[in-house]
């Protein structure tokens, strides 16, 4: 739940700021969507091993965040690659839910909520 907070609220920001988006200028804050991206990775590919029957609902919430942030050219291609490098980096470590996954799990939800609220906090109108 929290995270499809997170994820609303950077969507949120995203469309606030698409100007700058769309003239291709680097967003202040696209370092921060590149890690938000590559926990939306890590949580797809970790909750669905520790059994959280979420189906394609981590990849549609970056999916969302994609559109809504850089519809087309090297910055979507930008935060594709970082959920991509979320997902595969847990995928050649853990082949069973462990404790150790359940807790970076929980590690990434905060994370990703802080970063959220940072971004929203610092750049929303």
């Known amino acids: 739940m929290l995270i499809r907070i997170l994820v609303a609220l950077a969507i949120a920001l995203a469309t606030s700021v698409a100007p700058c988006a769309a003239q291709g200028?680097?967003?202040?804050?696209?370092?921060d969507m590149q890690r938000l991206a590559e926990i939306l990775g890590a949580l797809h590919y970790l909750r669905a091993i520790c059994g959280a029957n979420e189906g394609q609902t981590w990849r549609n919430e970056m999916q969302a965040l994609v559109d809504a942030e850089a519809p087309g050219g090297d910055r979507r291609d930008r935060l594709v690659a970082s959920f991509n490098r979320g997902y595969r980096g847990f995928q050649q470590t853990y082949r069973n839910c462990t404790p150790a996954a359940n807790l970076a799990i929980r590690r990434y939800l905060d994370e990703g909520a802080k970063i959220a609220r940072d971004i929203t906090a610092r750049y929303a109108n």
């Not at 200028?25 to 370092?31: D, K, L, N, S, V």
């Open 25 to 31: 200028a680097r967003a202040p804050y696209e370092g």
